[in-house]
């Protein structure tokens, strides 16, 4: 079965320090895929990056980057020099059929970016 | 380019009412997917659409359905409304859902729609 954990259900920093959203997930499928999203207060999921699981490489996305790791099946997501406008809830995501749209959610992390 | 776009953006129901929801996803896109979103239970996936076709559905009673139309466009619906509906509605597009690793094919959310039930 799978599952997606996100155990830091809310972190707070101080603006300009860098975070790390942490993502455990479950799988069963030797290819699936992970999304990590943000979701400010007006409630639209904002896409930040999706990765395959044959795709070990990490990303960096200006103040954003992302390290995944097979071995433990993690998904870390890190925002250096953090800004208000970071403050939102952050969903991590699986999808284990490459034929279906349906994802699989964390509880997700809210992040508070103190000024 | 427009992104997904759900309407209404707000709506209140009474218990035992039904509501309809619809989405109009990105253009070009063709998959249109379903979740529901409250505090207790978090993200949860309803249903999801690809021409005109139920492809999944999660694990909703049958008061939750849906359909999607040959322009892609879709709409969930919502009877006999209960207090625990009370969510936000969020609707999601893709290209397809067949080829996950092409470059870009990934899934995009509108707002929703904030229902309340009282």
């Known amino acids: 079965a799978q599952k997606v954990t996100q155990a830091q259900t809310e972190i707070s920093v101080v603006e300009k320090e860098d975070v790390t959203l942490d993502c455990v997930y479950e799988t069963r499928d030797t290819t699936y895929y992970l999304f990590w999203y943000k979701q400010p207060p007006s409630g639209e999921l904002v896409f930040l990056i999706r990765?395959?699981?044959?795709?070990?490489q990490n990303e960096i996305s200006g103040r954003y980057s992302w390290n995944f790791q097979k071995s433990t099946s993690s998904f870390n997501f890190t925002i250096t020099a953090s800004q208000v406008v970071d403050s939102a809830v952050y969903f991590c995501a699986l999808s284990e059929d490459a034929g279906a749209n349906n994802l699989f959610f964390g509880t997700g992390t809210r992040l508070t970016v103190i000024p | 380019k427009a992104g997904v776009t759900q309407t209404p953006r707000y709506l209140i129901k009474t218990r035992g009412q039904q509501v309809t929801l619809s989405c109009s996803p990105i253009s070009g896109h063709r998959s249109v997917s379903w979740y529901q979103q409250t505090p207790g239970q978090g993200l949860q996936f309803l249903f999801e659409?690809?021409?005109?076709?139920?492809?999944n559905k999660g694990n909703f009673p049958g008061r939750f359905s849906g359909r999607q139309f040959s322009n892609s466009r879709s709409e969930m619906n919502v009877s006999t409304l209960e207090l625990g509906d009370s969510a936000l509605y969020l609707c999601a597009s893709s290209l397809t859902p067949f080829d996950r690793g092409l470059s870009g094919n990934t899934i995009y959310f509108g707002e929703g729609s904030w229902l309340t039930v009282v």
């Open positions: 659409y690809f021409s005109e076709t139920q492809r």
């Open positions: 990765r395959n699981s044959f795709d070990e």
